[in-house]
Each structure stands twice: as C-alpha cells, then as structure tokens.
C-alpha cells in the first residue's frame, strides 16, 4: 500500500530564516505531488505541483519555492521567511482515476514564523 | 462566484443524529466527487469518492451526487462523537481539482 511521510511536523522558525519542508512517498512510482497550505480558515491552497522529477508547477507567486530531486521526494522551500508564511502545509499525492484525480494527503507540518 | 461553495458551519448536532453536509458547484465539466474528513491539526484522510449520479453507501456515510443540480451531499448516520471534525468536498475534472472550504462539524454526546 501506498504511503506518505512529511516532515517536520511542527517547526518554529524566525522571520528571514530559511525553511525546508520534506515529503517522500512509498509504495508508488511517477506520482503527481502537491504542496498546499491552509490557514486558519480551513481552506486548501494549491502552492505547487509536480507530474515528475524536476517538472514544477507554481499555482501562486509567493515566497516560497519546491523541488523534486526525486521520482517520490518533493521539498517546500523559502530563503527567508515571512510572518505571512505561517500555516498549515500539506504535502500530497494523487491516483488517477480515469475520470479524475484522488489525492491522499500526509500529516502535515505546522509552520509558525515568529 | 466560487466553483465550489460549502457552508463553513459551524454544524453541532446531538450524538444518534443524522447529519448533511453539502456542496454546490458551477462547473458542469466536474466528473468526480470526493469528501475528505480532517481532524483537527491532521492532514485531511479521504472519506469515499464516486463517479457518477446517483447514492453510494460506506457503513454510516452515504455519498449522494445530483449533476443534473450539481450538489453533493454526505449524510452521517448514527452520528458520534467521533466524526467532530471538518468535512471538505473536492471535485476534479482532469488534473484539476477544488475542493470546497469545509464543514466544521461537531457531534455533542
């Protein structure tokens, strides 16, 4: 069965620090991978998305940045954070189902910029 | 107008209840319909997915899709305590997937 692990799950970092956010998925090959956040009033926001390795899609200009070194590893990443940047941040990883995508989500990593 | 609208709640009910959550969408082209549970500070689990219109049944969940009205519906039975959590909705046509803003929902014992 397929899995997802992201990690940290909870960080506390100063604004202008660097982040990096990790997510690895096992028991797939070549899976479409998502990056989302969700601020307090529960919403998702699609941040990036990746068909595969090195292939980076950014849904909203912001400060942050992804990578996908590799076929199952995808990595959220900001040079210097802002306080805005706080949030809830879901790694994800989708199926397709012939007439649509399902998308299974990790734990998530609760990011408070102070 | 938003693609998917879903009433924020909060929804609180008594413990045995039946609830409805719902959702309407604007976009016809949506083929597959998705509700998620997520508990609070967790990642959203999927609950049950369904392709086509009619009722599709899960133990205490059923998942309903109108397109003809394009409205969908999850409907708790027996409510417990344990299903206190916020339920999002998510469409996709394609690659392109929306997701509703979620129900917050709390089961009273």
């Known amino acids: 069965s397929q899995t997802i692990h992201q990690w940290p799950a909870t960080l506390v970092q100063p604004v202008g620090s660097p982040l990096s956010l990790e997510c690895t998925v096992e028991?797939?090959?070549?899976?479409?991978l998502y990056w989302y956040r969700q601020a307090a009033g529960r919403g998702l926001q699609l941040l990036f998305y990746?068909?595969?390795?090195?292939?980076i899609s950014s849904e909203v200009p912001q400060n942050l940045s992804a990578s996908r070194p590799q076929d199952r590893q995808f990595i959220l990443s900001s040079k210097k954070l802002l306080l805005s940047d706080s949030g809830f941040y879901l790694c994800?990883?989708?199926?397709?189902?012939?007439?649509?995508?399902?998308?299974?989500f990790g734990e998530g990593s609760w990011l408070t910029v102070v | 107008q938003k693609e998917v609208e879903q009433d924020p709640g909060p929804l609180s009910v008594p413990e045995g209840a039946i609830v409805s959550l719902n959702c309407t969408y604007s976009?016809?082209?949506?083929?597959?319909f998705m509700w998620y549970r997520q508990y609070s500070r967790k990642g959203p689990e999927l609950l049950m997915y369904?392709?086509?219109?009619g009722n599709k049944e899960d133990g205490r969940f059923t998942a309903q899709v109108d397109k003809s009205s394009k409205y969908i519906s999850l409907f708790i039975r027996d409510s417990q305590p344990s299903d206190s959590a916020t339920y999002l909705c998510?469409?996709?046509?394609?690659?392109?997937?929306?997701f509703g803003q979620g129900t917050e929902l709390s089961v009273k014992p």
């Open positions: 994800a990883w989708s199926v397709f189902r012939g007439a649509g995508n399902t998308i299974y």
């Open positions: 028991g797939t090959s070549n899976p479409n």
């Open positions: 990746s068909v595969g390795i090195g292939q």
């Open positions: 976009n016809s082209a949506f083929q597959y």
């Open positions: 369904t392709y086509s219109s």
């Open positions: 998510a469409m996709s046509m394609g690659g392109k997937l929306i």
